[in-house]
Nanobody, 132 residues
């Protein structure tokens, strides 16, 4: 019954903003590493922004740093991704994922996409399309 559910995606124009949410159930997020990942058409899934469970400083991919902000509400078992100044290259399916194994924020974003199925909990994804 462990589940992650993303929401908030949609179609937006370049320069606009979206806020994504990921709600966890069946476990509590405060002891998990958790992050946002995205997969553009024809591309590999990559880390965007992650919290580790050994540090409290989030990691941001260079492509989104200064535009995206990750936050969490442990009481609501929810993690957010505020996406500002969206660009066409941000178009992708956005996923959240959680890992119980100890991991720093940067390691979470780098390694989780490489793990075999079942090693991390993944949501179903929400589509973000940035286009005129």
């Amino acid at each position: 019954q462990v589940q992650l559910v993303e929401s908030g995606g949609g179609l937006v124009q370049p320069g606009k903003s979206l806020r994504l949410s990921c709600v966890a159930s069946g476990f509590t997020l405060d002891h998990y590493a958790i992050g946002w990942f995205r997969q553009a058409p024809g591309q590999e899934r990559v880390g965007v922004s992650c919290f580790g469970n050994t540090d409290n400083v989030p990691y941001y991919a260079d492509s989104v740093k200064g535009r995206f902000t990750v936050s969490r509400d442990n009481a609501k078992n929810t993690v957010f991704l505020q996406m500002n100044d969206l660009k066409p290259e941000d178009t992708a399916v956005y996923y959240c994922a959680a890992l119980s194994t100890s991991a720093a924020a940067g390691s979470m974003c780098r390694i989780v996409p490489l793990l075999a199925d079942g090693m991390a909990h993944w949501g179903k994804g929400t589509l973000v399309t940035v286009s005129l």
